[in-house]
C-alpha cells in the first residue's frame, strides 16, 4: 500500500543513510523500524501473567483455555454476596 508521510528533514536523511548502509531500500528500513515498534507496544500492553507462571513455564500452549478459566474466576469473584453479620 502507498501512503505520504510527513518527516523531518534531519529524520529523513538519517534513514536514508542509514538504509543505504544496510543495504536495503527506505522502504524496507521504515518497515522493519515500524513493525519493531508496534511489537515493542503489543508487549508492553499485555497485561502480566500471576507470579505462579513463570514456576510453570507460561504453559504456553494452554493459553487460551488459560484465558477462559481466567475469566470465569474473574466473574465468579464478582458475583460472590456477603453474608449478612448478625
Known amino acids: 500500500m502507498k ?8 529524520l529523513f ?8 548502509l544496510n543495504g536495503v531500500s527506505l522502504r524496507q528500513l521504515v518497515t522493519d523500524a515500524l513493525r519493531s515498534q508496534l ?5 508492553r500492553s ?3 501473567e500471576p ?3 513463570k514456576g ?5 500452549d494452554l493459553a487460551a483455555e488459560t484465558a477462559r478459566i481466567r475469566a470465569l474466576i474473574e466473574e465468579e469473584f464478582e458475583s460472590i454476596e456477603l453474608e449478612p453479620e448478625t
Not at 13 to 20: D, E, G, I, V
Request: glycine share 6%; net charge positive; charged share 35%.
Open 3 to 10: 501512503t505520504t508521510i510527513d518527516i523531518p528533514d534531519e
Open 13 to 20: 536523511r538519517l534513514a536514508k543513510a542509514r538504509a543505504s
Open 39 to 43: 511489537e515493542r507496544e503489543a508487549k
Open 46 to 48: 499485555r497485561a502480566p
Open 51 to 53: 507470579p505462579w507462571m
Open 56 to 60: 510453570f513455564g507460561g504453559l504456553a
